[in-house]
T-cell receptor, first 116, second 110 residues
């Protein structure tokens, strides 16, 4: 079945540094990818929609300059958390939609970010 | 964003019993829905989907029911197994985005 690979699975960084998370669709092309954030025992909160070749669209309340999204190819989207602070610590999950095939959305395994 | 599944119940079932997990959605224009399973520390795993032109869809041990009149989805798991223990989310597709409900935690007792 369709696979979405997210890397890294865990990362610890110091306050003030930036962290990049990659999301790859391995066996299908994804013109659209989604980035979610999840707090413990809560649901997934949509942060932004990443569109290949164009700017990402962000949900209300999500800082564009804080969470930089790049979708340079049909199989890769990246999320960069800039100038990270402890409150950015969370579980970040990407999703890619097989828009040219089944239309289903598949998820990466998530990235646990801890800012110290 | 969209409002999907505002409740977060916990469902405990005995191994071998059938489980029913419910989800409410708010946007009547949504035309595609997916159920996901999420185990601790992992990303959501696709279970089954349904389009709005259907009322029911069956998979292996799972059935999804869609009631558009009351904007309600349910996931039925037959012969629930310990490996089914996880948090289950419904997701609604609208405005080219997927929005998630708050989830239901399923505990399967041996």
């Amino acid at each position: 079945g369709a696979v979405v690979s997210q890397h890294p699975s865990r990362v610890i960084c110091k306050s003030g540094t930036s962290v990049k998370i990659e999301c790859r669709s391995l066996d299908f092309q994804a013109t659209t990818m989604f980035w979610y954030r999840q707090f413990p025992k809560q649901s997934l909160m949509l942060m932004a929609t990443s569109n290949e070749g164009s700017k990402a669209t962000y949900e209300q309340g999500v800082e564009k300059d804080k969470f930089l999204i790049n979708h340079a190819s049909l199989t890769l989207s990246t999320l960069t958390v800039t100038s990270a602070h402890p409150e950015d610590s969370s579980f970040y999950i990407c999703s890619a939609r097989d828009s040219k095939g089944t239309g289903k959305a598949f998820f990466g395994q998530g990235t646990r970010l801890t800012v110290v | 964003g969209e409002s999907v599944g505002l409740h977060l119940p916990t469902l405990s079932v005995q191994e071998g019993d059938n489980s029913i997990i419910n989800c409410a959605y708010s946007n009547s224009a949504s035309d595609y829905f997916i159920w996901y399973k999420q185990e601790s520390g992992k990303g959501p795993q696709f279970i089954i989907d349904i389009r709005s032109n259907m009322d029911k869809r069956q998979g292996q041990r799972v059935t999804v029911l869609l009631n558009k009149t009351v904007k309600h989805l349910s996931l039925q798991i037959a012969a629930t197994q310990p490996g089914d223990s996880a948090v289950y989310f419904c997701a609604e597709y609208n405005f080219n985005k997927f929005y998630f409900g708050s989830g239901t935690k399923l505990n399967v007792k041996p």
